[in-house]
């Protein structure tokens, strides 16, 4: 890819993950932002590697975890990226310092994309309050109880939140992190949220 054509060229982007995670979601996403020239970061839980599942229950491969929670910052990252998996997001969301990671992105009005299950972390951080956003379809209610827009659409862009909803949405899902990342703050980010 020639240098006008990788917008994301000096962004650092973390991509928040657990064990359970989604491998496609993992692997195309992170992909997609490395290709458009961002350096990715895999932050988890725990220091070592994370088990990534096929289906949530077929176990995938394993990668290397570059931070854990604990040893991140927020600020020096210019973007957050969310993949899901049914166990992933719901052990992320168990843990304050995970949490606390990504509610400080919306606080910095920095982008974030979250696939699938992943928005489950924008439930818990209180981030889908006032925006419409998308999601696997079991996630509608808890979406819509935490004051979100819950909408079936492919992919749902909200000042620099970008959503989708499963495996099959990822070539949409990706397009449009590339295009939120490489637009960079999002002043309304936080007075949504």
């Given at each position: 890819?020639?240098?006008?054509?990788?917008?994301?060229?000096?962004?650092?982007?973390?991509?928040?993950?657990?064990?359970?995670?989604?491998?496609?979601?993992?692997?195309?996403?992170?992909?997609?932002?490395?290709?458009?020239?961002?350096?990715?970061?895999?932050?988890?839980?725990?220091?070592?590697?994370?088990?990534?599942?096929?289906?949530?229950?077929?176990?995938?491969?394993?990668?290397?975890?570059?931070?854990?929670?604990?040893?991140?910052?927020a600020a020096d990252y210019d973007a957050l990226l969310l993949p899901g998996?049914?166990?992933?997001?719901?052990r992320l969301r168990m843990n304050p310092q995970a949490m606390d990671f990504?509610?400080?992105?919306?606080?910095?009005?920095?982008?974030?994309?979250?696939?699938?299950?992943?928005?489950?972390?924008?439930?818990?951080?209180?981030?889908?309050?006032?925006?419409?956003?998308?999601?696997?379809?079991?996630?509608?209610?808890?979406?819509?109880?935490?004051?979100?827009?819950?909408?079936?659409?492919?992919?749902?862009?909200?000042?620099?939140?970008?959503?989708?909803?499963?495996?099959?949405?990822?070539?949409?899902?990706?397009?449009?992190?590339?295009?939120?990342?490489?637009?960079?703050?999002?002043?309304?980010?936080?007075?949504?949220?």
């Amino acid at each position: 890819m020639a240098q006008s054509q990788q917008p994301l060229t000096g962004k650092r982007v973390a991509c928040l993950a657990a064990d359970g995670v989604e491998d496609v979601e993992y692997t195309q996403s992170r992909a997609a932002a490395e290709q458009a020239g961002a350096e990715v970061h895999l932050i988890s839980l725990n220091s070592g590697e994370i088990q990534s599942m096929n289906q949530d229950i077929n176990p995938a491969n394993r990668y290397r975890v570059d931070r854990t929670v604990n040893e991140a910052n927020a600020a020096d990252y210019d973007a957050l990226l969310l993949p899901g998996g049914t166990v992933n997001p719901d052990r992320l969301r168990m843990n304050p310092q995970a949490m606390d990671f990504v509610r400080a992105f919306f606080e910095q009005q920095k982008p974030v994309a979250a696939i699938c299950h992943g928005p489950w972390s924008l439930v818990e951080t209180g981030m889908v309050n006032g925006r419409t956003v998308t999601s696997f379809p079991s996630l509608r209610t808890d979406i819509r109880n935490a004051g979100g827009n819950w909408v079936d659409q492919q992919v749902q862009v909200d000042n620099g939140l970008v959503t989708s909803r499963s495996p099959s949405d990822l070539p949409a899902f990706c397009a449009k992190m590339v295009e939120e990342f490489a637009e960079g703050r999002h002043v309304r980010q936080m007075a949504t949220a």
